[in-house]
């Protein structure tokens, strides 16, 4: 069964210090990774994806996420980030075809401190 | 605005009794997908319609159902309620399937209060 792991649940960072969330999956087929942030009161919105090619994804609002798959990881970065990006992040993961469905991480809080 | 339209925002409703929720995806796409949030559960998949056909079920419990109408609009019944049922319910929609590499778009959700 597929799982996605988002070690830390929440992630404090001081304004324009880099971050990085973690996000780690178990799959021994291929895989489509994303990236949704939750703002406050709102639902999901896509961030980013990787679905093949370039290992190095790049987002919205600045973010990226590397797809390393002998690690099984998907880590998001931002070089230098800010109070709006404070939000619930999620990493979702789902198998190359079939009717697999999506499985989300259990979120990571970014609170970013002025 | 993701184009998905939920109703309504707020449920607060008693242990036992029936609801139903209502999602209407955005123009074009054909999937249809809900969720449950909750602090202790976080998100959970419930279930997957793909042009009016079940396509996935996650861990969606036995008083809860489903169905997608032919204009593709979806609705989630919640029956027999208990307080544990309390969480926010999110409809999302994509053109096709997560596993085919599509991008969901989510609703604003619906707060369920059970009392």
């Known amino acids: 069964a597929q799982s996605v792991t988002q070690l830390d649940s929440q992630v404090p960072v001081f304004e324009e210090a880099p971050v990085e969330l973690r996000c780690n999956y178990s799959s021994s087929v291929s895989v489509y990774l994303f990236w949704y942030v939750q703002y406050p009161n709102q639902g999901l919105q896509l961030l980013l994806k990787y679905l093949s090619g370039s290992t190095l994804v790049k987002g919205i609002n600045g973010f990226e996420a590397e797809f390393n798959k002998s690690q099984t990881s998907f880590h998001l970065r931002k070089p230098s980030v800010h109070i709006s990006d404070t939000a619930e992040y999620f990493c979702?993961?789902?198998?190359?075809?079939?009717?697999?469905?999506?499985?989300f991480g259990t979120g990571t809080k970014l609170q970013v401190i002025p | 605005d993701s184009g998905v339209t939920q109703t309504p925002k707020h449920l607060i409703t008693a242990t036992g009794q029936r609801v139903t929720l209502r999602c209407s995806p955005r123009s074009g796409d054909l999937s249809v997908y809900w969720y449950q949030q909750s602090l202790d559960q976080g998100l959970q998949f419930l279930i997957q319609y793909y042009n009016g056909e079940e396509r996935a079920k996650g861990n969606i419990l036995e008083r809860f159902s489903a169905q997608q109408f032919p204009d593709l609009h979806s609705e989630l019944n919640l029956s027999s309620l208990e307080l544990g049922d309390s969480a926010l319910y999110f409809c999302?929609?994509?053109?096709?399937?997560?596993?085919?590499?599509?991008?969901?778009?989510f609703g604003p959700g619906t707060r369920l209060t059970v009392t």
């Open positions: 999302a929609s994509s053109v096709g399937g997560s596993s085919e590499g599509y991008e969901q778009y």
């Open positions: 979702a993961v789902t198998y190359l075809g079939g009717y697999q469905k999506v499985t």
